[in-house]
């Protein structure tokens, strides 16, 4: 008997990174889990990492009407015991390059896409369910090139705050998580020279040393999801090696 035995999670962004780790760890705990994506592929090799203890549906965080859609496919398959709003869109570049196309983007995927889907969802919680939202530290470094990207996560840390507050009286909480470095596919949208010296120049700021696991800052997620954290709401988990703390 696992922590999630019996349990149904939906993860959305969950065929890579962060969410592919939970979702593994999750169907190991016992649980049943629901992961989302995009891209084709992904979605083909998270099917065949999960096997059939899981159910993987496409969906484009960034479309308003996948939320509806979500909703519909989630409510055939019963209630929610817990929600991970995971997907994310990732872009940089100095605030002179800043287009309206890339603003709007980056609102559609990790603001308004988490929000709908979470006003979808909500009457399929059950009592005491678990909802965790992904952030960044970037919405408190003050990096130059991520201005927009970080605005995303200080906007989502702010609503799930409100969410928290809403939510209680169903005994439902709601936390968010703050991933530093990963070591994920996140930023395999930059040139890998552009990349390498990108994070470079992160890690080396963090006190660990290092950059951190998709494991590990799943680990947190699930504690969060999990009964372990049942008196838990409203908050901040930093998971970044230390590098918020300097």
Not at 113 to 122: D, E, K
Not at 158 to 167: G, N, V
Request: with cysteine; aromatic share 4%.
């Amino acid at each position: 008997m696992g922590r999630f035995s019996a349990k149904t999670v939906l993860i959305t962004g969950g065929t890579s990174g962060m969410g592919l780790a939970g979702a593994r760890r999750i169907v190991d705990e016992g649980g049943r889990v629901i992961v989302t994506g995009r891209d084709r592929s992904r979605l083909d090799r998270a099917r065949e990492a999960l096997g059939r203890a899981a159910v993987v549906l496409h969906c484009d965080s960034g479309n308003p009407d996948s939320a509806g859609v979500l909703a519909a496919e989630i409510r055939k398959r019963g209630g929610l015991d817990g929600l991970w709003l995971n997907a994310g869109l990732a872009r940089i570049g100095p605030v002179e390059a800043l287009t309206a196309e890339g603003f709007d983007a980056l609102m559609a995927v990790n603001v308004r896409g988490p929000a709908l889907q979470l006003a979808a969802l909500s009457p399929l919680l059950n009592p005491g369910a678990s909802v965790v939202v992904t952030s960044s530290s970037s919405a408190y470094e003050s990096a130059p090139l991520v201005s927009v990207y970080a605005a995303t996560k200080g906007a989502l840390l702010s609503m799930a705050r409100c969410w928290a507050a809403s939510m209680a009286p169903r005994r439902i909480r709601v936390n968010s998580i703050v991933p530093g470095p990963i070591e994920t596919s996140f930023r395999d949208f930059l040139d890998a020279d552009v990349r390498q010296r990108f994070e470079h120049g992160v890690v080396e700021q963090v006190p660990l040393g290092r950059a951190g696991t998709a494991d590990e800052a799943a680990a947190v997620a699930l504690f969060l999801l999990s009964a372990d954290a049942t008196y838990v709401t409203g908050s901040q988990y930093a998971v970044d090696g230390g590098l918020l703390m300097r």
